[in-house]
């Protein structure tokens, strides 16, 4: 057995690409999509935020998703860009432990927050003149906080819970950030009990939410069957397809990630599919359920109107 280390002591993030061409296009593609992603994201708490015809429960909660993808991929983009760039790939425990923190903490906040969206658009699809009864401002306030709650106090039982045990004298971790089935395997004791404890949280804070979005997504493709309209079928089709898309990435990684037994982990695999849910879903999630709103590319044209309108009076 390795000696331990002090609770002082850096990690080493080995990154998700080596130093080389191949490495330098796929480092500057991610920078790319994180820019856009941080664009995206920003540009929709903005709307929803100034556009008084959005201040519904709907585009509230819409606006939470985008804070949540905000801090998410800034949560890790960032840290791997500067050790891409600058060479220093350590992270001091105390950071590591934050980063962890942050990162479950905003992951279980959305796997929640995408499913208080689902009884949203069930409860538009299928109730609509209930709607102001069945999703007032209170139910919403109180499923957002919920969201952000439960992932909190998720995320900081499991890094607490990981950063205690002793960790051996090779402290390099194999991927781009800090996440906690790495940690788990650097651990000099035995790991097995919170193993079992992990995968038990991550079967309830991952499925149940999911369980509940596929309910809600199947009543609402029940309605939609029954309307009459041709037009009003497909656009619900498309709308539909196009979340349970983003949804099924997110869930779908998070899920490989976190409920594989341990004998079917690899590190390459886990990194290049960590890289989808917390690279690429924050910038789908602007595209698929702002850009593809006509309400929100209605308030978009408008503002952009305004603007047009305020240069041609300063010129």
């Known amino acids: 057995m390795e000696n331990y280390n002090q609770t002082s002591t850096d990690f080493i993030l080995l990154g998700l690409f080596p130093p080389s061409r191949t490495g330098l296009f796929l480092f500057s593609l991610i920078v790319l999509i994180f820019l856009m992603a941080l664009f995206g994201n920003l540009s929709t708490i903005l709307l929803i935020f100034l556009d008084t015809h959005l201040h519904t429960p709907m585009y509230f909660l819409l606006s ?13 983009v960032p840290k791997m860009a500067s050790d891409f760039l600058f060479g220093n790939k350590s ?10 923190f942050l990162f479950l903490t905003l992951a279980i906040a959305e796997c929640f927050l995408l499913a208080a969206m689902s009884y949203d658009r069930y409860v ?9 009864v069945l999703m007032g401002w209170q139910l919403c306030l109180r499923m957002t906080l ?4 439960l992932g909190a106090a998720d995320g900081l039982m499991q890094a607490a819970a990981t950063l205690s045990f002793p960790f051996c004298s090779t ?6 950030f800090c996440e906690a089935p790495m940690l788990v395997r650097l651990a000099c004791a035995d790991t ?30 029940s309605a939609v069957l029954q309307m009459r309209s041709r037009e009003a079928r497909q656009k619900a089709f498309a709308t539909c397809s196009s979340h349970l898309a983003v ?8 899920i490989f990630i976190y409920m594989r037994p341990k004998s079917y982990r690899s590190a390459n695999h886990d990194k290049v599919v960590s890289a989808f849910y917390t690279i690429f879903t924050p910038l789908l999630n602007p595209l698929i359920y702002s850009l593809r709103n006509s309400e929100v590319k209605g308030a978009l044209k408008r503002w952009w109107g305004k603007c047009a309108n305020l240069k041609c009076q300063q010129t």
């Not at 402290?171 to 781009?176: P, S, T, V």
């Not at 079992?196 to 609402?220: A, K, R």
């Open 64 to 76: 939470q998703l985008s804070l949540m993808d905000l801090n998410y991929i800034s949560t890790v």
């Open 91 to 100: 992270i001091s425990f105390i950071g590591c432990g934050v980063q962890s």
């Open 124 to 132: 538009a699809v299928c109730h609509p003149l209930r709607y102001p």
């Open 146 to 149: 919920g969201s952000w709650f």
């Open 171 to 176: 402290h390099e971790i194999d991927h781009f």
């Open 192 to 221: 097995s009990v919170f193993e079992n404890i992990m995968y038990i949280c991550c079967v309830l804070m991952l499925l149940v939410p999911f369980s509940l979005i596929l309910t809600s997504y199947s009543f609402i493709l």
């Open 247 to 254: 949804v099924g990435l997110f869930y779908g990684a998070a």
